[in-house]
């Protein structure tokens, strides 16, 4: 279990991604149930394969459930259930960590970072906060995965589950980072300003004045965070709409900012 968790990815490859990493977890219990050398070659081939899901919330159980049925010697057994939940599995595990837990602590932290004084340093500390969470996951999961063997693929399998989880997650990362974009973006706002005249009466006498006026607080009436609503679906737009990829989106805004910045619009 520890080996699984610590050095899963160790030897991440792009030919057969955590193989590696997930043969030497099981190296222990292959040694120890085979004491053939020609068994205990076959069941090292056997995982070797190709494997890849979510090493956080999936491949535990998928461990856990691999090593009670490798200690028995289903090694067919072992094999199916690998290339069965891994797929599932990396759906919802990708969905809760990419969507869910590393978005919402990763927005956290930056704006505690940017805050004055030693509040700031505690913007790192919530990035390893959430690695130790989604590391306490993980040792759950396996004795899970161990305790039910087989089972685990019932348990994953044969219903929308799976569905209503990844559909969860994805429902609440998108919610709480939406909530986020007028705390992270509010000091996105623009300096033009322009002239409005004023005609009054006053005793009996015409006058007219004119005076600079800023335009944020006529947006801000009209709608409240104007500018950053904007910036995001701009982004969105070219991720979405043109399909570019983030490093894309990235340059796009930040060079739109620089211009906007030097010609005084933001």
Known sequence: MWRHLITLQWSWNYERMQALGYLYSMLPVINAVYKDKTERIAAMKRHVVFYNTNNYIGSPAIFGATVA?????EGEVVDGLKLGLMGPLAGIGDTITALLIKPIFSVIAASVALSAGAVAYLGPGLMILASLIL?????????FGYRQ?????KEVSG??????????????????????IP????????????????TAIIG???????????????????LPYSIPIVVVALA??????????????LLILATLGFVCSIVGIL
């Open 236 to 249: 969105f737009w070219l991720l979405k709409g043109l399909k570019l990829s983030p490093v894309w989106v």
């Open 183 to 198: 705390f992270i973006l509010k000091g996105l706002t623009t300096p033009l300003v322009y002239q409005q005249t004023v």
């Open 135 to 143: 590391m306490a996951t993980m040792f759950p999961q396996y004795w």
């Open 204 to 222: 009996g006498v015409k006058q007219t004045k004119t005076f600079p006026t800023a335009v944020q607080p006529a947006l801000d009436a009209i």
């Open 159 to 180: 219903s929308d589950r799976i569905t209503r989880i990844t559909d969860l997650a994805v429902i609440m990362g998108l919610t709480v980072m939406g909530a986020f």
């Open 69 to 73: 049925l490798e200690a028995q010697k």
């Open 149 to 153: 063997g087989i089972n685990v693929a």
